[in-house]
């Protein structure tokens, strides 16, 4: 009967330690997918590439070169081609209060 406990603890020692093991590799993947902290929460320098991955302004989630927010003189071209709503102050493209499905997408990196 000793025989047998003795038997039992070690397998039980045997699965935990594989279970252990198990999730220990798992980790790097899922700290790959983390963004970092200092991306998308800045605005873009005055001297970035319109439509590149540089030119996004963190605080509003939309490109920099296009954010009326930031650049108020921005706000008549988007008011002459009537892309613009005069409640929020935001143009229509850009209005997430209007459209909240509305998806801006960033450039990828190149
Ligand atoms: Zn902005
Ligand atoms: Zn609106």
Do not use: Y
């Not at 798992?26 to 873009?44: F, I, L, M, N, Y």
């Not at 590439?49 to 509003?60: I, K, L, T």
């Not at 930031?70 to 071209?77: H, V, W």
């Not at 493209?93 to 997408?105: G, M, Q």
């Amino acid at each position: 009967m000793k025989t047998f406990i003795t038997t039992s603890i070690l397998a039980l020692f045997f699965v935990l330690g594989a279970c252990s093991k198990g999730t220990e590799k798992d980790k790097p993947a899922a700290t790959r997918e983390t963004p970092t902290k200092t991306e998308g929460a800045g605005h873009a320098a005055k001297d970035v590439v319109p439509g590149s991955h540089e030119d996004w302004c963190g605080e509003h989630q939309v490109p920099e070169s296009q954010c009326t927010q930031c650049d108020p003189k921005l706000a008549a071209a988007f008011k002459a081609t009537g892309d613009w709503c005069e409640e929020h102050g935001l143009p229509t493209s850009h209005d997430r209060k209007h459209n909240p499905d509305l998806k801006i997408e960033r450039p990828a990196k190149k």
